[in-house]
């Protein structure tokens, strides 16, 4: 179930504290390891649901996270996860389960709201939380890491989408993800982009990036 929450994402946005001459900071707080959200249990005839109703479950990292999914037995059912951005914009993400192999999410969930496996092969589907963390800006690139004060690697970034977004599109935003993170307080510094582009004949972008994919 989501609420009506009222959404900060803001269209063409061109301005926002964290940038500064092209460059922004962003303190991502402290993270914890990869950790379980839920088990679903999934039958031939019921499926596996889990609705967090009018308390969603809010993710550690200021900006979000992403989340993955891996199954108990070979299936290939297709997870749906609803939820929000940092910016209380509606999500949905859809991920297919590879059996035993965890299937990465792409989004930043600052919350999760609704999580459904269709009924399918007899299987436990484990969602947990990944190493993939959400930024306050489309972000082209990462100059710097700071983990609990000390210099650190810069990471690895996922680009941000600039085309129209879909249940399985990367964040509009990106993410960047770590080796090593469990417990440290997470400061970056990065290059800002509030390009705009032009999705089905309307502008759109800017440092908030094309508004998320939600149904």
Do not use: W
């Not at 009222?6 to 001459?21: E, I």
């Not at 402290?30 to 088990?39: C, F, G, N, S, W």
């Not at 199954?71 to 996860?81: E, F, L, N």
Request: aromatic content about 6%; some cysteine.
């Amino acid at each position: 179930m989501l609420d009506n929450l009222p959404s900060k994402y803001t269209p063409l946005c061109k301005y926002d504290a964290t940038v500064q001459g092209g460059t922004f900071k962003a303190d991502l707080g402290t993270v914890a390891a990869e950790a379980k959200i839920i088990d679903l249990t999934v039958t031939a005839t019921a499926a596996g649901t889990k609705d967090y109703g009018v308390s969603p479950l809010v993710l550690d990292a200021t900006y979000g996270r992403n989340i993955q999914v891996v199954a108990s037995a070979a299936d290939t059912a297709k997870v749906t996860v609803k939820g929000y951005d940092y910016l209380d914009q509606p999500v949905t993400e859809e991920l297919t389960l590879n059996g035993t192999t965890a299937v990465l999410g792409v989004k930043a969930f600052k919350k999760i709201c609704n999580i459904d496996v269709p009924a399918g092969t007899a299987a436990t589907v484990t969602v947990k939380t990944g190493s993939k963390f959400g930024l306050p800006v489309r972000c082209t690139q990462v100059l710097a890491t700071i983990e609990s004060g000390v210099k650190g690697t810069v990471g690895t970034l996922v680009a941000p989408v600039n085309t129209a977004q879909t249940a399985t599109s990367a964040d509009p935003r990106g993410t960047l993800s770590f080796s090593s993170y469990d417990g440290k307080h997470l400061v970056i510094i990065g290059v800002a982009d509030d390009s705009t582009f032009t999705l089905s004949g309307v502008e759109r972008g800017g440092l908030h990036g094309i508004p998320h994919y939600f149904a």
